[in-house]
């Protein structure tokens, strides 16, 4: 391939990212249908969303292969104002969302993303591989007994199969065989068509039908802001898991931005907003894909398959797409994260950072609260752990004129709060010298535990230096002693 040419002008990279991208189209399209339900709109809403979010999100994101849809988390948050004050709020909200995601983006909120743990990222990752397989189980309970082998045979078939060849998705062939056997066979069994009618048209732009005033704007912020929120959330985790799962890197500003743009046109088009969709992702991910086709594909040959082949699409049996789902919720969980030997080595608090996450993702089925309350878990266990790593130790000079104590360590909020303990102000010699060569001042807080400290001294007449302070640690010190109490 000539430099400079895309990937995905290649035959064989061209042919992987568009069975991929039809796989993906597939799979969307009954998860599209219930998101629709969840929010208490008409399948279409749900349906144009994905085509739209996925067309242009496969221009303007930043991370390839990364498949953006109608997802639940989103639906949940719009469905309360969907319900009680109609589509046409619904719809304001999605626009006003994306253009609340493209300032976050420029204002830098992908750089956050550092402050996610890594046993953070394992709970995200093993949540959600087991929300994945249980919104799986209610596609399995009162059916007919003939969906349980079809169902078992198409998870054969997907992991024989690759064996043999990988130039056809295992999926697609496993969703086709299923689709032929049912309707050759003559099975009574729960199909995409009973999910909820495929639209027969492609979606018109229009404004939203609510009056353009303050009140309007002030009863559609609050959801708003938690739909661009939580959809930032998702997206931002789901495009670092890409990164580790392809070892490459992709830009989180640009993701954080083009979120914002691809639910301003959804919004415009009738859609009800989206984010990444991880299930899918993963999907397109582990069936080879790695550029932008793939999405571009999915987007358009999900409203392809609704408005072209409406019919035969309404027909593939829900146990082949079931089967698709378990797969891939098995292919995401980290298996190695809980076997015996990588939790006898991994240290309490990480695999309890790990467990919360799992617990508070799988109890809300929000993946955006258990990232959130995962992280301030791993804050709390850190700021403990790093809070006993000060230490002060007293040398008195042979005369016993002078004392100097050698701090030691990372002085913050945690960690200075005993400092003032440490010293013994009643029997030290009039001299002390508070030696900081091995510790960093961090915030406020320990420098106002330092001026207690000289407070307690000079309240019995002794005198204190302070020497050793690095340049910002004297900066600091230099610019707030004296200033934090109101006694001055």
Request: charged share 10%; with cysteine; net charge neutral.
């Amino acid at each position: 391939m000539r430099p400079g040419r895309p990937a995905w002008l290649s035959p064989s990279v061209a042919r992987t990212e568009f069975l991929s991208g039809l796989v993906v189209a597939l799979a969307l399209i009954p998860e599209a249908i219930s998101f629709s339900i969840i929010a208490g709109v008409d399948p279409s809403v749900g349906l144009f969303a994905s085509f739209t979010m996925a067309v242009v999100i496969a221009f303007v994101g930043g991370r390839p292969a990364m498949i953006s849809a109608a997802t639940g988390a989103i639906a949940l948050v719009v469905a309360p104002l969907s319900r009680e004050y109609g589509f046409g709020y619904l719809i304001a909200t999605v626009i006003l969302g994306g253009l609340i995601q493209i300032v976050l983006g420029a204002l830098g909120v992908a750089k956050l993303m550092r402050f996610v743990p890594r046993s953070v990222m394992v709970g995200f990752v093993n949540a959600l591989a087991i929300l994945i397989f249980m919104a799986q189980v209610p596609e399995l309970i009162d059916v007919p007994w003939v969906v349980y082998p079809l169902v078992g045979g198409a998870l054969v078939l997907m992991v024989l199969l690759p064996r043999l060849t990988r130039v056809v998705p295992a999926p697609l062939i496993s969703i086709v065989a299923l689709t032929a056997l049912t309707i050759g066979a003559h099975l009574a069994v729960p199909t995409v068509g009973d999910r909820g009618a495929l639209p027969a048209s492609l979606p018109v732009p229009g404004l939203p039908d609510v009056p353009f005033t303050w009140a309007t704007l002030t009863l559609i912020a609050p959801y708003a802001l938690g739909f661009a929120l939580v959809g930032l959330m998702e997206s931002l985790m789901t495009a670092k898991l890409v990164d580790d799962i392809t070892d490459t890197r992709s830009s989180k500003t640009r993701e954080s931005i083009g979120q914002g743009v691809a639910n301003i046109v959804t919004g415009f088009f009738g859609g009800m907003g989206g984010c990444a969709m991880i299930g899918q992702t993963m999907i397109n991910v582990r069936n080879g894909a790695r550029t932008r086709l793939s999405t571009f594909t999915a987007g358009v040959m999900l409203m392809v398959l609704c408005v072209v082949f409406g019919p035969l699409v309404s027909q593939i049996p829900m146990a082949a797409l079931v089967a698709v789902m378990i797969l891939v919720s098995f292919g995401t969980f980290d298996w190695h994260s809980i076997a015996p030997a990588t939790l006898r080595r991994l240290p309490v608090g990480e695999t309890t950072v790990m467990l919360v996450t799992v617990a508070v993702v799988v109890a809300t089925s929000n993946l955006a609260i258990g990232v959130a309350i995962g992280s301030l878990t791993a804050l709390i266990i850190f700021a403990r752990r790093v809070a006993h790593l000060a230490d002060v130790t007293a040398c008195l000079d042979p005369e016993g004129r002078q004392v100097v104590y050698a701090v030691t360590g990372e002085l913050f909020f945690a960690s200075s709060n005993d400092l003032v303990s440490r010293f013994s102000y009643a029997t030290d010699p009039d001299d002390v010298v508070i030696d900081l060569t091995d510790a960093h001042i961090w915030d406020a807080s320990s420098v106002a535990a330092l001026d207690a400290v000289e407070a307690k001294y000079a309240a019995r007449g002794k005198s204190v230096r302070i020497v050793g302070l690095n340049q910002p640690s004297a900066r600091m010190h230099e610019t707030l002693s004296g200033e934090l109490s109101g006694s001055h």
